[in-house]
């Protein structure tokens, strides 16, 4: 058998040459895959637009990132959740995909928040879902700004603190009782979500920044936003 030492000068000639010939054949196809890569995120964001269900102010924005943001937001679920009321009033009448009926999105609910899911414990506070969208200075759910936006996504705080940890010994529906943790967000799917790229979240608020002011329950409901 010949030493391993004594074949490598020889082999890495051949593959040397072999990377130059890769190299002087692929310089087109490689050129190619980039623009796939483009090709695929500019359908996503054309997509995002031809499925956002309500109307978009594009005005100071990133039209890509709306775009994108669009195609995050409405094929993932957030409207799933963050509909205002029972979750019947995602659809308008007769656009109930689940009846059979052609999809037709409520804008009245679309990301207003609301949606009761129950208390973690019997006697505890209820988990409801948040408005999402923009107020009148135009930053989306309840005027957090983007780093927020991030860090709640990423971490799951409660920045707006509507649920304390109860007391030991006490349960009430102001609090949600241990081993819940009241300053985290409950039922929202952050552990997941929180592993988005920045890129993704900043889609994700570039385009809750763009859809309609949904005012909500009259102030002071947590729901409340200042459309004007
Ligand atoms: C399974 C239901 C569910 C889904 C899906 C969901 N959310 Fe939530 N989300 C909630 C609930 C419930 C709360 C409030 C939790 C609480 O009070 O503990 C919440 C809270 C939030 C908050 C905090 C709001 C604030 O003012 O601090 C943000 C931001 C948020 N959701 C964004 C999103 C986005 C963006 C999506 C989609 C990418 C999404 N959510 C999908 C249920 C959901």
Redesign the pocket.
Known sequence: MIPRKFVKPAAAAVAFAGIMLAGMLSSSPRVRATDDDDDRKESKVEQGFDIAPVHLNLEGKNRKLVGLGSY??NT???N???TSGPAITQFMPGGNPFFGQPKMINSATYLG?G?D?GAPAPGAAH??????TPDKTGMP??G?TFSE?VQ??RTGV???H??PTCAPGVVNTGCIPAPFRGD???????PA?GDLTDHDLRA?YEY?SAIPCVAGPPAPSPLHNDCF
Do not use: A, K
Request: glycine content about 8%; aromatic content about 8%.
């Open positions: 995050l937001v993932g679920v957030c799933e959740c963050h928040g949606r899911f988990i409801i879902s948040r408005n999402l759910e309840g957090h936006f709640i996504m409660d920045l707006d509507l649920h985290l967000l409950q039922t929202m799917p952050w979500m994700i809750l």
